[in-house]
């Protein structure tokens, strides 16, 4: 099929974020009548019905929803083009809409920093949130997520971007009061700070013996610990619990990423030598291996080279 106006297609896309063909017509300064006949037109030439309308409000099909994806990308990848064709050497230009966990958004503002330096063409729109946002969906071109050795979104392109590990730490105050955990199993008579994870809470904490850590005995099968966690307060907000570590409240795991700044400074303390908490790597998950625009493959590349190693 051939769009025989790609206009149309900003109609879906405009009235998918105003919630309406009005909003949609003051978004591409035309008359709401011409924004109408601009979606009839689409859905005539598409064969399905892309909004489902009420009098207060349109709500995307399940069709005008996946159509809605690739309406994006494609426009977005036309203006890209228009940039680059008029602009010096190929510079990157437009804007990157990432999605990350709250706690590692603070981890990237360096990076995005250093980014936004060397592209000054490019704008970074970034939404900290610990809710899973759907990539293809919620008009996100990269997310930032954490995951084990693969992702269970099979759809969509995850790019390993780095290898980091939780580590179980507390504030010194709480550790005053209540004393140094020294083995896994320790934490069971501590006060932990729980952590809702796609809305189910996190029960057990489990850790790997370190390399060395086994007083000098030939290295075997990796031992592992498994411990339940006793906790009188949970959140699903990683900046939260690390807000509640600071303030005494508990003991937290959590990445090393998140909470190395609070490490290094002496308000948390690591906890347990000679183990190690769960491993997990941060990927940058793309919505497709096609239509990636250079602006996207150019954050990926940039974070990718400053967390080498």
């Known amino acids: 099929m051939k769009f025989e106006n790609l206009s149309d297609l900003r109609v879906i896309v405009e009235a998918a974020r105003g919630g309406s063909l009005t909003a949609a017509a003051r978004a591409l ?3 709401p009548a011409a924004a109408s006949a601009m979606l009839k037109r689409l859905e005539a030439q598409v064969g399905v019905r892309l909004f489902e309308r009420s009098t207060r409000a349109l709500r995307l099909t399940e069709q005008g929803a996946t159509l809605l994806g690739y309406a994006e990308r494609a426009l977005d990848l036309l203006d890209e083009g228009a940039g680059l064709a008029q602009s010096d050497a190929g510079a990157l230009r437009g804007t990157v809409r990432v999605a990350a966990p709250a706690d590692l958004s603070r ?3 360096p990076c995005i920093d250093r980014f936004l330096e060397r592209h000054p063409g490019v704008h970074v729109a970034l939404s900290a949130s610990d809710r899973l ?6 008009a996100v071109d990269l997310a930032l997520r954490y995951g084990g050795p693969a992702l269970p979104d099979s759809q969509l392109v995850a790019r390993p971007l780095r290898t980091t590990r939780r580590v179980a730490c507390a504030a010194p105050d709480y550790l005053a009061r209540h004393g140094t955990p020294q083995h896994p199993a320790d934490l069971a ?12 809470r996190e029960t057990h904490w489990t850790f790997e013996r370190e390399r060395g850590g086994d007083g000098g005995r030939a290295p075997g099968p990796a031992e592992t610990a498994t411990v339940a966690v006793r906790s ?9 619990a690390h807000a509640w570590a600071l303030a005494g409240g508990g003991i937290v795991y959590k990445s090393q990423l998140d909470v190395q700044a609070s490490l290094e400074s002496g308000r948390l303390v690591a906890l347990l030598p000679g183990w190690l908490g769960q491993a997990y790597t941060v990927y940058a998950v793309l919505p497709s291996q096609r239509f990636v625009p250079a602006r996207v493959r150019g954050l990926v590349e940039h974070l990718a080279q400053a967390w080498k190693g």
């Open 29 to 31: 300064e035309v008359t």
């Open 232 to 240: 009188d307060r949970s959140v699903d907000d990683g900046a939260l």
């Open 133 to 138: 946002q759907d990539v293809r969906r919620d």
């Open 107 to 109: 981890v990237l503002l």
């Open 189 to 200: 008579a501590h006060r932990c700070i729980g952590m809702l994870i796609a809305g189910r």
